[in-house]
């Protein structure tokens, strides 16, 4: 398993630290560090280079991956899940801390269950009755993971050829899901499409993705402060 860490024009540049110290003490292949770019104001820019030569120097364990270009979260994701050769990515956003976690059991875990491509972890508990971003409709018991539509890409693990494809072959026919994961599924789910479908017709499409959430283990999300881009 891979670590990668996502980072972006970020006004509080102490945050990505401490989203790499919450990180878990795992055995990672390889850590990276991914930089979105940045093509606006020149003062903004300057600064923006000189925060990623900073975090580049505190952490020379990480490969840090700069993209010349302003190219959003599921093009970085695309892209180091090309680079990448591990079965699995442990990603996180550079505005959010990790919860505790025994990586290796949650790992041992997952090989348990054959259709589990995406397994993240929330930032509060998720009702049985679901919210608008989650709709819960299965359950591993005794391990911890709820099988739902929707999920959080602030942090998760993901198989890695799975997650390329989806960046690879699912719409990217609006802002949002042109620019996050998260939203393609989400999008899906706010169509009246879905209102109507049957929950047969929603586990076909839940199968592409193969999302569990972790019931226990819940993230902070810092809410990092982002420059318009």
Not at 165 to 172: A, F, N, T, V
Request: with cysteine.
């Amino acid at each position: 398993m891979d670590l990668v860490v996502c980072g972006a024009v970020i006004k509080d540049h102490n945050m990505i630290k401490k989203a790499i110290a919450s990180a878990p003490d795992y055995p990672f292949s390889k850590k990276f560090i991914l930089f979105d770019g940045f093509n606006k104001c020149k003062l903004i820019g300057d600064q923006y280079n000189a925060y990623k030569k900073l975090i580049s120097e505190s952490f020379p364990d990480f490969k840090v991956i700069e993209f010349n270009e302003n190219i959003y979260f599921r093009n970085m994701i695309e892209k180091i899940a090309d680079i990448s050769t591990q079965e699995r990515l442990f990603i996180i956003q550079d505005d959010v801390i990790s919860p505790t976690m025994d990586l290796k059991q949650i790992e041992s875990q997952m090989n348990n269950i054959q259709d589990c491509k995406i397994l993240c972890f929330p930032h509060k508990y998720i009702e049985p009755c679901g919210t608008g971003w989650f709709e819960p409709f299965d359950d591993t018991y005794p391990l911890p993971f709820i099988k739902s539509h929707g999920f959080t890409e602030r942090i998760f693990i993901c198989n890695r050829l799975n997650i390329l494809e989806l960046c690879r072959s699912k719409p990217k026919n609006n802002k949002n899901n042109k620019r996050f994961i998260e939203f393609i599924y989400n999008t899906a789910m706010m169509s009246q499409r879905w209102e109507t479908s049957t929950d047969e017709e929603k586990e076909r499409y839940w199968e592409d993705f193969g999302c569990y959430f972790h019931h226990d283990l819940y993230h902070i999300h810092q809410v990092g402060k982002r420059f318009i881009l």
